[in-house]
């Protein structure tokens, strides 16, 4: 059993609570601040696919997925793994951005829109 609870009003927290202390012994409690919404997320995938519709270069055009990982490349700091074999590898990675880290990164994308005259004012209306 997995339970996540926001904790945005007191029933949230109530909630909260009672389900820690029906808890067994076995269970772990985590509490940690939330990295992004849902929201923010589909916003930042719909700006990645706006580039890849609108964006060519030489004739050539890319998916969301290609440019969500140049965008990684270009604005994030890599972390560094190390690998069985003892080297070390560049890992980028967007998933724990806590929510201004994410909101950074998709002003950035933003200023790549602008830059490149993506059309991506039909998009604010919807997020």
Known sequence: MKNQFLLHT?????????AIQKAGEDY???IE???RSQEANR??????KAISEQFFDNGKSYT????HELFKREFLTPELVELPNNETMQVF????????????LIEQVKQF??????????LENNF
Do not use: G, M, P
């Open 10 to 18: 007191k029933q949230a927290k109530a909630n909260a609570i009672e």
């Open 28 to 30: 772990v409690c985590t």
């Open 33 to 35: 601040k939330r990295k």
């Open 43 to 48: 916003y930042y995938w719909a700006l990645l």
């Open 64 to 67: 969301a997925n290609t440019w």
């Open 93 to 104: 990675t967007s998933t724990k951005l806590n929510k201004e880290e994410f909101s950074d």
């Open 113 to 122: 829109c602008s830059l490149h005259e993506i059309k991506i004012e039909h």
